[in-house]
């Protein structure tokens, strides 16, 4: 089946909130960030969800999620349309946060590279969200530079 990624609008608040709880993750806030959401999907619904939280001209990947045939290109694909995404809002660098090895060697490849703690955007430090992770054992940033 082909799938189709596209973004996120209002109307999809709803499918992405169920889409993202289903998976046990945070969905607060999607609804003022809705427009950096992207959604994958076929004939069947949605496959896969991928959002960007915007600090200034930094991006934070967040809310990763895929349904169990969600194929290693489905997720090139969804990586490859949120670094558009992200160049159309004129993100410089784009951030993502990580505790699997598996998941940083496969983000290595698209280019993302781990950063320091102490080299994260200060923005970051007034997220809820950033703050969780940093509590969160062997978690590790990562950062592309899309510029």
């Known amino acids: 089946m082909n799938s189709i990624v596209r973004v996120a609008k209002l109307e999809d608040v709803e499918v992405v909130t169920g889409f993202l709880e289903k998976a046990k993750l945070n969905s607060h806030g999607i609804e003022e960030m ?3 959401f992207l959604i994958m999907e076929d004939t069947s619904g949605v ?3 991928m959002g960007m939280e915007m600090f200034g001209v930094s991006g934070l990947l967040r809310s990763l999620v895929m349904t169990a045939n969600t194929s290693e290109n489905d997720l090139l694909q969804l990586f490859e349309e949120m670094f558009l995404l992200a ?9 993502l946060a990580t505790n699997k090895l598996g998941a940083m060697k496969f983000v290595e490849v698209l280019g993302f590279e781990i950063v320091d703690n102490d080299q994260l955007p200060m923005a970051f430090s007034q997220s809820e969200h950033v703050k969780h992770i940093l509590t969160v054992d062997n978690s590790v940033f990562l950062r592309r530079r899309l510029v």
């Open 47 to 49: 496959k896969a969800t």
């Open 87 to 95: 160049r159309k809002k004129e993100v410089k660098d784009l951030y």
């Open 34 to 36: 809705v427009d950096s």
